[in-house]
Each structure stands twice: as structure tokens, then as C-alpha cells.
């Protein structure tokens, strides 16, 4: 279980699925896509009968393992044409504002608590070769005519509390939250018209006119309509079967800090760093006054991790919170553990109906919370015979290629990463 779950409040009320049900619409996936996807469906269909199924607590699935940055612009600079990639970068933008101002739409008109932060996000840089490449993320902001500003070392040290910073770029597009508490209590806002079932996988499929048929272990759901927002898992349901290349990414949580430790920490009551190197570590400070630390990516074996994953990752983690915090070492961490991350060889993605009244939407390849609500929102759109303008730009994304076989892709996952990791240096 996250250490985002475990602080995020009350647990919502359990209500797996069981018997046979009739819907319009069957949703499967509880994440960013999913939760969207059921909202915005529901409220373009008022008369319309939707449910969301999710096979974990909606909170505790990967969504709400993220990191907590909903992102407008990702900063990619290893993408060999991210600064020149102008149209690629504006559409990237126009969709993920889109997703920020629907997430944006469920805080202010239906009182999500989730610890909003539109403070943006600063790019931190602890080496010369990251500072390299802030400078080349800058230059594409500059093309894009985004605006930024420069923190320099006695800023960035003051707001951290630690020296290992030497230089950050602040972009103030991003919004900070705590995504577990999003998740659970936008469920709990969602329109009167859906019923939402945890703990509910789906375990067969039979897609067919009138009604789909989705069985769940304790019954089946029978749908005119069927959104799969299941990120990679929707290769299980017999689409773009074996594109996935599933990882997993591991954060630390530290308990809550107290006084004398908080003056340790910067003067910055709540931050998010964004390594300038993407294998270096990401570092939340929230507004409990817990850090969170994540570095370090495996390849999914069956879209799976295990405890020694999560307890290898947490000795690295450990290893970069002393770096920035040498003199607070000793407070370790109270939880730790991993999100799944599916990614397309090419970068491609899945967008749009994938039989008669199925419509899937799934590898949003990093940046998942702006993406994923965009992309939710515009798959629900599409199934209810709408059309938008992030609709025509999704429908022009390449597919997931395939990628090399499974044994040579882990392998190659696993040598790539453990070189990158070694290059990243101190920015891990």
C-alpha cells in the first residue's frame, strides 16, 4: 500500500460488484483515465446508467502511486528533436491543459479536497551536465514562448535546506497534489448516474451486439458500451496484445517532520524537484511535511514487482536523501513503494474505438495525471458521438509498435536503465 493511500483520509466505502447487472456504459479502470472518463460520460448522458469498476481500492491503484505533478509541459531532454518538435510540443501542451482544467473544474465546482498546489514545478540540477540540460529545456521553452525564471544556488539551498542543489528552472504551469486524496474523493463527487465497484477485476470478455459481456470473479456486468482506461492491462483484452513495455517506479515516504527537522528542510513549506537528469530523483516536500523520494525503474515482469524490488529501490532512495540530507539520515523512511509505468516502443498510444462500442485509451508514456484526464475525458467524449478539438489531435498519434521480444526487451530495459542510473550521477 502507497504511503500516499495510507495519509490520504478515510477509505471509501467497499462495494465490489456481485450478480449479473445491466449498465449503458461499463468503465474499467479507476485511475486518471478511467475516473474521468466515467465522469465526463455521465454528465454528457444524465439519463444514461454508467458503472466504474477498478480491481484495486481506487486511491491505491497505479494512478494514485504517482508522484503528484499534474504537468502541463514534460520536460524530455532525451528526445533527440524535444527542442525543435514546435507543433509536437504545442499540441502535448493544448492536451495537457485541457487535462489540468478538467481536474481544475472537479476541485473548484465540486469541493475535491486533494492539497491543490498551482505553485508549478522547479527542474533542480545538482551537476554541471544537468545544468546542461535545464539550458535545453529552457531553449524550448523559449521557442514556445512559455514563461520560466532561473533559481540560482543560494535560492534553490534556502528553499530545500540542502547544498546538493546547485541551480533550478521554476515553470509554473504544474499543479502539485496529493493524488491518492484526488482520486478517492473525486469518486466520491462523481455524477449520480455511476456506481463505482473496487475490487472488481475484470476475469472475461465476450464484446458482442446488443450488450458486451465483462464477468467479474463474483457475477458479470452486461454493457452497450464498454471505455477501457486500463493503461497497459488493456493488451489482456485481446487489443494491441504484447505492445506494452510495463515498469515500475519506487518512492520512499519519510514520516511526518517535526520542528527541528522542518529547519532542515528549506524554507519552502511545500516544493516539487523535477531531476534535470529523468533518471535522477524526483523529491516532493507536502504540505504534511513528509519528503518523498523517487528514483529507480525495473521492467514489470508480467506487469508485476516484488518486496525485493521495493526494498532494493528504498536502499537507493535512502542513499539520495542522505546526499540532500546528511544531518536528518538517521529518520529513514515509514513507507515506501511502486507504480506501474507502460510505455510504447515508438512513444505511441492507444486512442479511439477498438471494436463496435469498445473504445480504449492507454499508455500515456510518463506525465500520466494531465494526460490521463485529458485523455478520459476525450475517449468518454467519443463514445458519447462527441468531438473536440484534443480528439483530432489523439486520433493523430502513431499506434504502439511492437517491440522486440519479451526477454530481449527486459534485458534491454534493464541494461539501459542501469546505465542511464550511473550516468545521472549525483542528480540520482
Not at 50 to 75: E, K, P, Q, Y
Not at 161 to 173: E, M, Q, V
Not at 326 to 341: A, C, K, T, V
Request: hydrophobic residues 40%; contains cysteine.
Amino acid at each position: 500500500m502507497s504511503g500516499w493511500y495510507t495519509t490520504s483520509g478515510p477509505e471509501l466505502p467497499l462495494l465490489p460488484q456481485t450478480g449479473d447487472v445491466n449498465c449503458d456504459c461499463l468503465v474499467i479502470g479507476g485511475g486518471w483515465m478511467g475516473l474521468h472518463a466515467a465522469r465526463r460520460y455521465a454528465e454528457l448522458n444524465p439519463d444514461s446508467s454508467v458503472i466504474l469498476v477498478d480491481a484495486d481500492r481506487i486511491g491505491n491503484n497505479a494512478s494514485g502511486r504517482c508522484m503528484g505533478f499534474v504537468i502541463d509541459l514534460a520536460h524530455n531532454p532525451r528526445k533527440q528533436d524535444f527542442v525543435e518538435d514546435i507543433k509536437g510540443n504545442k499540441e502535448e501542451l493544448f492536451v495537457n491543459l485541457e487535462g489540468i482544467a478538467y481536474i481544475r473544474s472537479a476541485v473548484e465546482e465540486h469541493g475535491v479536497d486533494c492539497d491543490w498546489d498551482p505553485q508549478g514545478k522547479y527542474h533542480s540540477a545538482a551537476t554541471a551536465h544537468g545544468v546542461d540540460d535545464l539550458r535545453r529545456f529552457s531553449e524550448a521553452l523559449d521557442a514556445l514562448g512559455q514563461r520560466y525564471s532561473w533559481v540560482d544556488t543560494a535560492e534553490i539551498q534556502a528553499m530545500t535546506g540542502s547544498k546538493h542543489y546547485i541551480k533550478a528552472l521554476h515553470h509554473p504551469g504544474t499543479i502539485l497534489l496529493q493524488p491518492a486524496k484526488y482520486l478517492k474523493n473525486a469518486t466520491k463527487s462523481l455524477p449520480a448516474n455511476v456506481t463505482v465497484h473496487e475490487n472488481t477485476p475484470i476475469v472475461g470478455v465476450q464484446f458482442g451486439i446488443p450488450r458486451h459481456v465483462c464477468e467479474t470473479p463474483a457475477g458479470a456486468i452486461r454493457a452497450s458500451k464498454v471505455i477501457i482506461c486500463a493503461s497497459g492491462y488493456l493488451t489482456r483484452f485481446g487489443f494491441f496484445k504484447d505492445r506494452a513495455i510495463p515498469l515500475y517506479t519506487f518512492a520512499s515516504m519519510t514520516r511526518q517532520l517535526i520542528d527541528n527537522e522542518l529547519s532542515q528542510v528549506g524554507n519552502k513549506p511545500a516544493y516539487g524537484l523535477i531531476p534535470a537528469n529523468s533518471f535522477g530523483t524526483t523529491v516532493r516536500r507536502t504540505v504534511d511535511n513528509r519528503l518523498i523520494l523517487r528514483n529507480v525503474y525495473s521492467y514489470a515482469t508480467d506487469f508485476k514487482t516484488t518486496q525485493r524490488d521495493v526494498t532494493r529501490a528504498r536502499v537507493q532512495q535512502q542513499i539520495a536523501f542522505d546526499r540532500r540530507w546528511p544531518g536528518l539520515s538517521s529518520i529513514g523512511f515509514e513507507s515506501s513503494w511502486g507504480g506501474l509505468l507502460t510505455l510504447a516502443q515508438n512513444g505511441g498510444m492507444v486512442f479511439g474505438e477498438l471494436d463496435r462500442n469498445v473504445y480504449g485509451a492507454a499508455f500515456c508514456n510518463g506525465t500520466g495525471v494531465a494526460r490521463g484526464a485529458a485523455f478520459g475525458k476525450a475517449v468518454a467524449e467519443l463514445a458519447a458521438g462527441r468531438s473536440s478539438p484534443v480528439i483530432d489531435i489523439l486520433k493523430t498519434r502513431a499506434k504502439p509498435s511492437r517491440p522486440y521480444p519479451k526477454a530481449v526487451t527486459a534485458l534491454g530495459v534493464r541494461v539501459v536503465t542501469a546505465v542511464r542510473f550511473r550516468q545521472a550521477g549525483a542528480e540520482v
